[in-house]
C-alpha cells in the first residue's frame, strides 16, 4: 500500500521582508493583509510541533521571513531547534530561513536541524520577472551549500506565475541537478495586493508537472504537493498520488489556511492510503 508523508510548516517570524518577490504576501511592499510578527514565543512552537506531531507529520519546518540569515534569526532558529529535538521526539527538523552560507547551516546541524528548505521558485530565465531584489543563482549556491555541509536538501518551487510551459521544465531540471531528498511543489496562490493578479496552471498541467518532476527525481525521494493544493487537487487526490507526490502538507501554510488534518487524514484512509510513520522512502 502507497504510504504518504506528511509534512507541516510553522511559520516562526512572519511577513516582515524587505525583497519584492511578486508572489509573497509576506513582502512588506505589497501591504497584503496578512499577519506580521517577530519571533514568536520557544515554548509555543514546541507546543505547537507536538500538535502536529499527534497529526501525523514527520516533518516540521521551521519558516522564517526575509531574505536570509543574521546572527539573531541563526541564533533563534538553532534553540527553536534544539528545543523541539528535546520535547518531540522522531521529527524530521526543516529550517526554511532563506540564504544561508555554509558556517550557519553547520551551526544549524549541529542544533540538531536535519534539512534545510531553499526553493529555486522558478526558471532561471524567468527569475528576474518575479524577483528584482536577489539573484536565482543565489538560490541555487545556498541550495549547494546545504548539500556540502551534510544536512538533506529539500527543494522546489513554483508553478503558475506567469511562466511558460519551457521555464516549468527548465526548473524541474534544475532542482533535479541539485538531487533534493524532498521536493515541494507549490502552485501559485493569488492575492490581490500582489503584483501577479492571477494563476496561470489548470489541473491537467499541474498533474503534468508532477509526473514529470517524479520521473526526474526518482522513487525515493520525496515530492510534496504543498502550497495550493486544495486550489487545484480538492476532489483530485487519487489523481495527485497515481501521478507520483508521495507527501502533503497538512495544517495552515505560511500565510493561507490549509485543510484541517483530520480531513486530509480521512481522505488518505478513504483513498486507500496509509500514512508513513518512518521519514525514509526506502
Ligand atoms: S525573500 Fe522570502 S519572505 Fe522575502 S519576499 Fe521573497 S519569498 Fe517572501
Not at 487545484?232 to 501554510?253: C, P, Q, R, W
Request: glycine share 6%; hydrophobic share 35%.
Amino acid at each position: 500500500m502507497k504510504e504518504i508523508f506528511l509534512c507541516a510548516i510553522n511559520n516562526i517570524l512572519s511577513g516582515v521582508c524587505k525583497e519584492d518577490c511578486k508572489f509573497c504576501t509576506q513582502s512588506i511592499r505589497y501591504h497584503a493583509d496578512i499577519e506580521r510578527y517577530t519571533y514568536k514565543k520557544i515554548d509555543d512552537i514546541v507546543a505547537e510541533a507536538k500538535i502536529a506531531k499527534s497529526n501525523g507529520a514527520l516533518g516540521y519546518c521551521l519558516v522564517t521571513a526575509g531574505k536570509g540569515l543574521d546572527d539573531k534569526k541563526l541564533e533563534f532558529v538553532a534553540k527553536t531547534a534544539k528545543a523541539i529535538k528535546a520535547q518531540v521526539s522522531e521529527l524530521n527538523l526543516i529550517a526554511c530561513n532563506g540564504t544561508a552560507n555554509k558556517e550557519q547551516l553547520k551551526y544549524l546541524k549541529e542544533s540538531g536541524v536535519d534539512s534545510y528548505n531553499h526553493n529555486l521558485e522558478t526558471s532561471q530565465r524567468y527569475y528576474s520577472e518575479i524577483c528584482s531584489t536577489h539573484s536565482w543563482e543565489e538560490r541555487y549556491e545556498t541550495c549547494e551549500n546545504v548539500k556540502s555541509v551534510g544536512l538533506d536538501l529539500c527543494c522546489g518551487g513554483i508553478f503558475g506565475m506567469g511562466e511558460t510551459d519551457k521555464d516549468r521544465d527548465d526548473l524541474l531540471h534544475s532542482i533535479a541537478s541539485l538531487s533534493p531528498q524532498s521536493t515541494p511543489l507549490n502552485f501559485y496562490h493569488p492575492n490581490p495586493a500582489l503584483p501577479i493578479k492571477s494563476r496561470n496552471i489548470e489541473l491537467a498541467e499541474a498533474l503534468d508537472i508532477i509526473k514529470k518532476a517524479h520521473n526526474l527525481l526518482g522513487e525515493d525521494r520525496l515530492l510534496m504537493v504543498a502550497g495550493g493544493r486544495e486550489l487545484l487537487f480538492t476532489n483530485h487526490e487519487k489523481e495527485m498520488f497515481e501521478a507520483g507526490a508521495n507527501s502533503i502538507v497538512i495544517g495552515d501554510y505560511l500565510t493561507t489556511k490549509g485543510i484541517k488534518a483530520e480531513i486530509d487524514r480521512d481522505r488518505l484512509k478513504q483513498l486507500g492510503y496509509q500514512i508513513a510513520t518512518r521519514c525514509s522512502t526506502d
